[in-house]
C-alpha cells in the first residue's frame, strides 16, 4: 500500500524556536492533511491542503502542498510549550475519503 | 459538541475473550474508521465503513471484525482477544472527501 515518511521522528526543541517538518509519498496524493495529538486524546485536524502549491496557515501553523503532490511541509513560528504533542501528515489519493497516514513526529518544547 | 464519543475509554481482558468496542457519532457521517495506534507503527487502518451495512477491510483486519447496523453506531469486534491487540484504538468519522474527526480513543490491555 501507500507509504508516508515523515521526518524527523521526534525533536525536542526550545520554546521561541521555529519548527519545520515534512512528510513525503511514493505516490501522488490529491489532499494533504496535518494532525496533532495530545497525550491521552485522539488527533485533531490543524490544516487541510487541497492544490498542489497551496501555501495555508492557522496562526502559527503553516503547511504547504508540495508541488510534486507527493510531499507536504509544516512550520511551527515561535514555539510555545503547548505545542508538545505528535504531529501526523496524511495524504488522500484516488480513493474517495480514506486516508493514509504517516507514522507522526514527536515534538517537545523545553523552556 | 465531541460529536464522537467511543467506549468503553479502558479495558483491561483476558486472552481468549471476546470484546466489543463502540463508536458512536451525531455527525450524520457517510464514513466511519476503526484505527489501531502503536509506539513506531503510528494510525493503522482496521475496518472502515461507507455506509450502514457496508463495510471493508483495512491494512490490520485479521482478528477482527466490525458492524455498522446503523448509521450512528460502528462496533469493533475482536473475537478471541490475543496479547496483540494491547493497543489504543480510534474511530474516525468523516464526509465523503472532508477531514477525519477522531473519537478520544479505547485503551485495550489484554492480559
Known amino acids: 500500500g501507500q507509504q508516508l515518511n515523515q521526518s524527523p521522528q521526534s525533536m525536542f526543541i526550545q520554546e521561541g524556536e521555529d519548527v519545520s517538518m515534512n512528510c513525503t509519498s511514493s505516490?501522488?496524493?490529491?489532499?494533504w492533511l496535518w494532525y496533532k495529538q495530545d497525550p491521552g486524546e485522539g488527533p485533531v485536524l490543524l490544516i487541510a491542503?487541497?492544490?498542489?502549491?497551496e501555501l495555508t496557515s492557522n496562526g502559527r501553523l503553516t503547511a504547504q502542498f508540495g508541488i510534486t503532490r507527493k510531499d507536504s511541509f509544516l512550520n511551527i513560528s515561535a514555539s510555545i510549550p503547548s505545542d508538545v504533542g505528535i504531529y501526523f501528515c496524511?495524504?488522500?489519493?484516488?480513493?474517495?475519503?480514506?486516508?493514509?497516514f504517516g507514522t507522526g513526529t514527536r515534538l517537545q518544547v523545553t523552556l | 459538541d465531541a460529536g464522537i464519543t467511543q467506549s468503553p475509554r479502558h479495558k483491561v481482558t483476558e486472552t481468549g475473550t471476546p470484546v466489543t468496542l463502540r463508536c458512536h457519532q451525531t455527525?450524520?457521517?457517510?464514513?466511519m474508521y476503526w484505527y489501531r495506534q502503536d509506539p513506531g507503527h503510528g494510525l493503522r487502518l482496521i475496518h472502515y465503513?461507507?455506509?450502514?451495512?457496508?463495510?471493508d477491510k483495512g491494512e490490520v483486519s485479521d482478528g477482527y471484525s466490525v458492524s455498522r447496523s446503523k448509521t450512528e453506531d460502528f462496533l469493533l469486534t475482536l473475537e478471541s482477544a490475543t496479547s496483540s491487540q494491547t493497543s489504543v484504538y480510534f474511530c474516525?468519522?468523516?464526509?465523503?472527501?472532508?477531514?477525519?474527526?477522531f473519537g478520544s480513543g479505547t485503551r485495550l490491555t489484554v492480559v
Open positions: 505516490s501522488i496524493f490529491n489532499t
Open positions: 496524511a495524504g488522500r489519493g484516488g480513493t474517495a475519503s480514506k486516508l493514509t
Open positions: 491542503l487541497y492544490k498542489a502549491g
Open positions: 455527525e450524520n457521517h457517510r464514513y
Open positions: 474516525a468519522i468523516s464526509p465523503p472527501s472532508g477531514g477525519y474527526t
Open positions: 465503513s461507507y455506509g450502514v451495512k457496508d463495510t
